[in-house]
Nanobody, 123 residues
Framework: VQLQASGGGLVQAGGSLRLSCAAS????????MGWFRQAPGKEREFVAG????????DYADSVKGRFTISRDSAKNTVYLQMNSVKPEDTAVYYC?????????????????WGQGTLVTVSS
C-alpha cells in the first residue's frame, strides 16, 4: 500500500489550500482514511477522518468548520480542503489509511502513512 500526499505550500492566513492523497495497493473504498499533522517540536495530532463508505467524518475541534475531508473512490484519492487557515495550522500533514472501515482519531488505528506535505501559513 502506498500513499502519496501533495498540495502543500505557503499560504497567507485566511486563505485556502487543498491537500490530496492518492492511494494504491488495496481496495481503497473499504477502509477509513485520516489526515494528521505534526508541527515542529510537537506530537503528531489528528486533523480529520473519513469512513470507508465516505458517509462518516470526524474533525479535531481546532479545525472544525474550517477544514473538510472528502474522498473519491473512483480516483482512490482523499482530500483535505483547508479554508480560513491560521498560522497555527502550519505543520507537515500526513495522510493515512486504516485496516478498518470506521472513523478513528488515534494513530494506532492507522497502519499505512504517506510521506507528508508541508503547509506553511504566514501571518
Amino acid at each position: 500500500v502506498q500513499l502519496q500526499a501533495s498540495g502543500g505550500g505557503l499560504v497567507q492566513a485566511g486563505g485556502s489550500l487543498r491537500l490530496s492523497c492518492a492511494a494504491s495497493g488495496r481496495t481503497f473504498s473499504r477502509y477509513g482514511m485520516g489526515w494528521f499533522r505534526q508541527a515542529p517540536g510537537k506530537e503528531r495530532e489528528f486533523v480529520a477522518g473519513i469512513s470507508g463508505s465516505g458517509t462518516g467524518t470526524d474533525y479535531a475541534d481546532s479545525v472544525k468548520g474550517r477544514f473538510t475531508i472528502s474522498r473519491d473512490s473512483a480516483k482512490n484519492t482523499v482530500y483535505l480542503q483547508m479554508n480560513s487557515v491560521k498560522p497555527e495550522d502550519t505543520a507537515v500533514y500526513y495522510c493515512s489509511t486504516s485496516d478498518y472501515s470506521g472513523l478513528y482519531s488515534r494513530p494506532i488505528y492507522y497502519r499505512y502513512w504517506g510521506q507528508g506535505t508541508l503547509v506553511t501559513v504566514s501571518s
